[in-house]
């Protein structure tokens, strides 16, 4: 089955205890991205990755790091997390090619930071 | 000022209904555009891409205002499973792979 997958799916941690968010894709895609959803923001890109070892910042990417080593996976890093990064977060990844690709989604991980 | 701007709603429809929602991106170098579904809080879906010619795809359609700067989407005959957030997307001609979402409209279908 075509999907993105994402662990853990529901993590509590605390300020500054260092963590990481897989994230995975079986498509074969090139493009990968992160968001964060928070309530009445809507969902904002912190990273993006166009392929291996390409990753550029999106619009929300303060606190956060990526790395993307394979093509299948794009995991977010969060060195020392802090409570206003309590969220949401999809991982999502997109065929390389015309702009009107569909984006697919991970079933997405909440975080919450105490 | 947001990229992109949506009503949040919610808008409270019965059954068999017709709502139009609508949704206003900022930058006129915007080259794509989407509406998206998603479900209390679970990931976004695609529900249609945006044509510059419009497109409709069964009881859904889309049109594209690029004067105006504004997407809509209508839904016709609603029904209770209709009942979702739908997410406005847009992104840029220079850069495909990063998206802009509207904080999305809500919507509620009621027997």
């Known amino acids: 089955e075509a999907q993105v997958t994402q662990n853990p799916r529901y993590l509590i941690t605390v300020t500054g205890k260092k963590l990481t968010v897989t994230c995975s894709q079986n498509m074969n895609h090139e493009y990968m991205s992160w968001y964060r959803q928070d309530p009445g923001l809507g969902l904002r890109q912190i990273y993006y990755?166009?392929?291996?070892?390409?990753?550029d910042k999106g619009d929300v990417p303060e606190g956060y790091k990526v790395s993307r080593k394979e093509k299948r996976n794009f995991p977010l890093i969060l060195e020392s997390p802090s409570p206003n990064q309590t969220s949401l977060y999809f991982c999502?990844?997109?065929?390389?090619?015309?702009?009107?690709?569909?984006?697919?989604f991970g079933p997405g991980t909440r975080l919450t930071v105490l | 000022r947001k990229e992109v701007e949506q009503d949040p709603g919610p808008f409270n429809v019965p059954e068999g209904a017709t709502v139009a929602f609508n949704c206003t991106y900022s930058n006129s170098a915007s080259q794509s555009f989407f509406w998206y579904r998603q479900d209390c809080r679970k990931e976004p879906k695609l529900l249609m891409s945006?044509?510059?010619s419009g497109n409709e795809d069964g009881r859904f359609t889309a049109q594209l205002n690029r004067a105006s700067q504004y997407i809509s989407l209508l839904i016709r005959d609603s029904k209770l499973s209709d009942s979702a957030t739908y997410l406005c997307?847009?992104?840029?001609?220079?850069?495909?792979?990063?998206?802009?979402f509207g904080s999305g409209t809500k919507l509620n279908v009621k027997p």
């Open positions: 945006v044509y510059s």
């Open positions: 999502a990844s997109t065929p390389k090619g015309a702009p009107y690709n569909e984006q697919f």
């Open positions: 997307v847009v992104n840029q001609v220079y850069n495909f792979n990063k998206f802009y």
């Open positions: 990755s166009m392929n291996v070892e390409v990753t």
